[in-house]
């Protein structure tokens, strides 16, 4: 049995209640509360003394989310009942925590709470983009159609942030495999070149007397070294989730030389694809701004879009608050201005998505070639110098001592 954290209003006096209560699962657990005269507001499983590695285990991934929404919207399309369809999602779904979320989806929707209600016990899964478009499904009775446009979404979004993580990855290997190669030469093989000299009295060549001084510091002070990199590493994950280092971190990927473009393009594309979708189920233009802006997940451009918001409120049109702006590229402003003139905003910004999801597309397969010989050049440089450090002044005395004889 599992204990579970309830929250849920008496039938009889209206009062709201918290509580535990024990069950085999979180759709068991509604039930006794029904059972019981109350109504469930929120139910969730007691994670208190709970080890990090099973929290990670109940962590919820985006293939989770994009499963469950494709496999939803295809029951839903189908005719199926809303409880019908989740319960055979429940069924059908292989991750443990998305079916203990939709477990919890189907004892409120039970006991009469509308879809969108019940997913928003659920911020960290379902986001503001994902209930806009579930709420206008409701509304206008094409929940199927809503479902499908999230898992496009979804997918897409998907797609492009794998890419774009596989493009920075590898470099990221291959710079610490170098540094690793360079950390060894330093604490191995430069020590002993050393004490080579030392012993036939010779001075070292400038070049290998900075990798001895590296060499003995970091065999010195290692633990130094390790203690002040762990708390650097530390301060800077905290410093992170500082409302400052939100924005540093939002403005160096705006901002950083050879991935800028990459990532302006896949704001734009995320910008334009979001409010295409929330336009064509019928959100307010006001309402879509300010969701659009946030699913950018880019504080700096979600405050840029956001005043966008803020002039289309006062009167301006839409393609003109997106003009002359830092991060907005101009084919946005152009398609929004296409779509005014012709009555079909959503899809002109739908097609905007696409081209720049496709120069994206296309800049991560020129950056992942151009990666390569870059890679090279700096491993050429740094071998380079080793040898005249290490090797040359080796081949040195050999050459004397054969000169002597």
């Keep these: ?43 969730d499983e007691d994670m208190s003394g709970v080890g990090l590695f099973q929290r990670m285990q109940n962590k919820i991934t985006m293939k989770d989310k994009i499963v469950f929404t494709r496999q939803f919207a295809t029951l839903i399309g ?28 189907l004892v409120d929707v039970e006991a009469g709470k509308t879809l969108t209600q019940a997913c928003e016990k659920y911020p960290d899964v379902f986001n503001k983009v994902y209930i806009a478009l579930l709420r206008a499904g409701e509304a206008s009775g094409s929940l199927d159609v809503s479902l499908k446009r999230l898992a496009e979404q979804q997918e897409k979004d998907h797609a492009m942030i794998s890419k774009i993580r596989g493009a920075l990855i590898y470099p990221i290997i291959i710079l610490m ?20 000299y030392k012993d036939i009295g010779r ?41 400052t280092g939100i924005e540093w971190a939002a403005l160096a990927k705006l901002n950083v030389p050879m991935f800028k473009t990459m990532f302006w393009r896949l704001y734009n594309a995320r910008f334009a694809r979001t409010a295409a979708n929330l336009m064509s189920a019928g959100v307010s233009i006001q309402d ?21 918001s803020e002039k289309v409120k006062q009167g301006k049109t839409l393609s003109s608050s997106l003009k002359n702006l830092d991060y907005i590229l101009p084919l946005v402003p152009q398609m929004a201005s296409i779509g005014e003139e012709s009555g ?14 496709d120069e994206l597309e296309e800049q991560i397969r020129t950056i992942s070639t151009m990666i390569e010989p870059v890679l090279m050049v700096i491993m050429a440089v740094l071998v380079g110098f080793i040898i005249i450090a290490v090797l040359f002044p080796i081949y040195s005395i050999v050459s004397d001592i054969q000169g002597s004889m």
């Design 1 to 43: 049995m599992k204990r579970f954290i309830y929250r849920a209003r008496d039938s009889k006096t209206g009062e709201m209640t918290k509580g535990v209560i024990q069950a085999e699962n979180e759709r068991a657990a509604g039930k006794l509360l029904i059972e019981q005269g109350m109504t469930p507001d929120r139910i």
């Design 203 to 243: 001075d070292l060549p400038w070049a290998t007397m900075m990798l001895v001084l590296v060499a003995n510091f970091l065999v010195s002070f290692w633990w130094l070294v390790t203690v002040l990199l762990g708390v650097a590493i530390y301060f800077l994950l905290q410093f992170r989730k500082t409302t």
């Design 78 to 105: 189908a005719g199926l009942p809303l409880s019908n369809s989740l319960r055979t999602v429940i069924e059908q779904t292989e991750s443990k925590p998305m079916q203990k979320v939709v477990e919890s989806i």
């Design 344 to 357: 079909k905003i959503d899809e002109m910004l739908a097609k905007a998505a696409q081209v720049y999801e």
């Design 288 to 308: 879509t701004l300010q969701i659009a802006a946030e699913a950018t997940n880019n504080i700096v451009l979600e405050k840029e879009i956001k005043e966008v």
């Design 177 to 196: 495999v170098i540094i690793l190669v360079l950390i060894f030469m330093v604490m191995m093989i430069v020590p002993q070149v050393q004490s080579l």
